[in-house]
């Protein structure tokens, strides 16, 4: 079942998002409340949009936000997990049709992501569609650990 997300469906994706991380390729550990956090900021976020697969038991979800843009709205897929033992069974595909029909009934004209460089990830993004941009860049800067204590909350 395909459906959109639900506030009440965070626990569900903060378990499956740490223990699917967990597994090859990614193998990342993160902690339940920093997956807590970043989840709920996602969502809290105006104009953010999600979707599962799978009920009542979640086996994969989508997370992002709309930005308006000069030719309509893009959506920023911020995060997207399926359980590592439902993989490569077209879940996913199923999830990003999904999410793409109901964007566009919102006025979304392009969805873009980040993900890693050669990952298995970036093979699945590109056999539904997505491409690298000829256009755009992605760049980071570190910044030193040295400075002040934030108070950015």
Not at 23 to 45: G, H, M
């Amino acid at each position: 079942m395909l459906r959109r997300y639900k506030e009440s469906d965070l626990e569900q994706c903060v378990e499956l998002f740490v223990s699917t991380v967990a597994q090859p390729p990614w193998n990342e550990l993160w902690e339940r409340d920093v997956v807590r956090d970043r989840l709920n900021q996602i969502t809290k976020t105006p104009l953010s949009f999600g979707a599962v697969v799978g009920d009542p038991n979640i086996i994969g979800f989508t997370l992002g936000f709309s930005e308006p843009w000069h030719e309509g709205k893009h959506f920023y897929l911020k995060e997207m997990c399926i359980n590592h033992s439902n993989q490569r069974q077209g879940l996913g595909t199923k999830l990003m049709k999904f999410l793409s029909t109901e964007l566009a009934e919102c006025d979304t004209r392009r969805i873009y992501l980040l993900t890693a460089r050669g990952d298995i990830s970036e093979a699945f993004y590109s056999k539904i569609g997505f491409y690298t941009s000829p256009k755009m860049v992605l760049m980071a800067r570190r910044i030193d650990s040295d400075s002040e204590s934030c108070s950015m909350e």
